[in-house]
């Protein structure tokens, strides 16, 4: 499934879809019986046992990219951008004080969400600092989030 899931990377959705169902179908649709006769065959108490009737139960989501050619086959790019976050979080509980941790889980968000939205966070950083040290008005904090920049042209100048 792997292999034919790198052949069709950076097809559009609909020939992702149709490539799909011509060669991720037949061997989904061969899979599924052999894990249920192999569940029989293997002790129920298992790890192994224990994986397959998790496979079982989830089928039908774990197939659904096989019928939309928008849906990946894992998780596995959404798992890469939000770890930075999930670091961030427990190394935030080693700031010193509560308040620290605070901040820092603050700055944190904000330079994710920079990254997220396609913004420089440094430059990001540095144009905020100057617009609160400069008397941006409080009635316009909006202005400031990170999603504000991903619009704003070439902000490196401001660093």
Known sequence: LYRIESDIRGLSAAE????????????????EPWLRGKLGLISQKSKLAEAIRYALVRWEGLTRFVDDGRIEIDSNVVERAIR???????????AGSDRGGEHWAIIASLVETCKLCGVDPQAYLADVLNRIVTGHLNARLDDLLP???????????VA
């Open 16 to 31: 992702r879809c149709r490539v799909r169902q011509e060669k991720s179908r037949p061997v989904l649709e061969a899979l």
């Open 84 to 94: 930075p976050l999930a670091l961030t979080r427990k190394n935030a509980l080693f």
């Open 147 to 157: 999603w504000a920049y991903a619009t704003a042209p070439d902000l490196k100048a």
